[in-house]
C-alpha cells in the first residue's frame, strides 16, 4: 500500500506561483512513478504532469508545458509540482497519482494509489 498526502493548494492571483507537494509513504514508493492530475468543477479529471521513479522521465500536458514543472525527491519521497504564470483556467482539485509501471501513463485508469487532493485557486 501508498499513502499519498498533497498540500500547497491555494489562492494565487493569475501569473502568480504555487508549489505543490505530495508526501508518499508506504513500500517501495521510490520506485512508482508519480502523476499529478487535476479536476474542476463539473470537468472529468484531466492528466497534468507526471515524472518516472527515477525522475529522468517528465512529461506534461500541453496545457501546462513551459508553465509547469513536475520534480521528485526520493530521499525525502515527495513529489513537487511548481506552477509558474498561474491561469484561471488552472483553477482545480489537484490530485496526485502513483504508477507502477516504468513510463508514467497520462491516463487516470492507470494509477493504483491516490491522494486526497488540495484545491488550487487562481484568481483574475
Known amino acids: 500500500q501508498v499513502q499519498l498526502v498533497e498540500s500547497g493548494g491555494g489562492l494565487v492571483q493569475a501569473g502568480g506561483s504555487l508549489r505543490l507537494s505530495c508526501a508518499a509513504s508506504?513500500?517501495?514508493?521510490?520506485?512508482?512513478?508519480m502523476g499529478w492530475f487535476r479536476q474542476a468543477p463539473g470537468k472529468e479529471r484531466e492528466f497534468v504532469a507526471a515524472?518516472?521513479?527515477?525522475?529522468?522521465?517528465?512529461y506534461y500536458a500541453d496545457s501546462v508545458k513551459g508553465r509547469f514543472t513536475i520534480s521528485r525527491d526520493n530521499t525525502k519521497n515527495t513529489v513537487y509540482l511548481q506552477m509558474n504564470s498561474a491561469k484561471p483556467e488552472d483553477t482545480a482539485v489537484y490530485y496526485c497519482?502513483?504508477?507502477?509501471?516504468?513510463?508514467?501513463?497520462?491516463?487516470?485508469?492507470?494509477?493504483?494509489?491516490w491522494g486526497q487532493g488540495t484545491q488550487v485557486t487562481v484568481s483574475s
Open positions: 497519482a502513483a504508477d507502477l509501471r516504468t513510463i508514467p501513463s497520462p491516463s487516470p485508469r492507470n494509477y493504483d494509489f
Open positions: 508506504g513500500r517501495a514508493v521510490s520506485l512508482y512513478s
Open positions: 515524472i518516472s521513479w527515477s525522475g529522468g522521465g517528465t
